[in-house]
């Protein structure tokens, strides 16, 4: 099983980054798809939880002028087995690790933001946005 999430980078304040988290070793469809983050001396948190099927995510409280405004988007992929999150108007507050993870439960839930839920994580890529 792995989780490979790639798209990092160093970029200017306003600037976009499409991350994205290639999986293989499992069955894609049946796996909710979690992203969360690590900014420098802080500890990780969720961000987003993409389920199966289109169905609606779920997105961290933090976060929700970031989805509303459309700043930040969630979508998967089925024929590439891989979720991607759209980051536009990127910020400072936005430089972090940001780690993707596989939850074997297809949907998710209103505990999606617990890293227990999720079985499988990724390495991590490293966003930095520059002022």
């Known amino acids: 099983v792995q989780l490979v999430e790639s798209g990092g980078g160093l970029v200017q304040h306003g600037g976009s980054l499409r991350l994205s988290c290639a999986t293989s070793?499992?069955?894609?469809?049946?796996?909710?798809i979690g992203w969360f983050r690590q900014a420098p001396g802080k500890e990780r948190e969720w961000v987003s939880c993409?389920?199966?099927?289109?169905?609606?995510?779920?997105?961290?409280?933090?976060t929700k002028d970031d989805f509303g405004k459309d700043r930040w988007t969630v979508f998967r992929d089925s024929a590439k087995n891989t979720a991607y999150l759209q980051m536009n108007r990127l910020k400072s507050d936005d430089t972090a690790i940001y780690y993707c993870?596989?939850?074997?439960?297809?949907?998710?839930?209103?505990?999606?933001?617990?890293?227990?839920?999720?079985?499988?994580w990724g390495q991590g890529t490293q966003v930095t946005v520059s002022s």
């Open positions: 993409i389920s199966t099927r289109n169905v609606k995510p779920l997105n961290a409280p933090f």
């Open positions: 070793g499992f069955r894609f469809d049946d796996y909710a």
């Open positions: 993870a596989a939850d074997d439960r297809g949907v998710c839930r209103a505990d999606s933001w617990k890293e227990s839920q999720y079985g499988y």
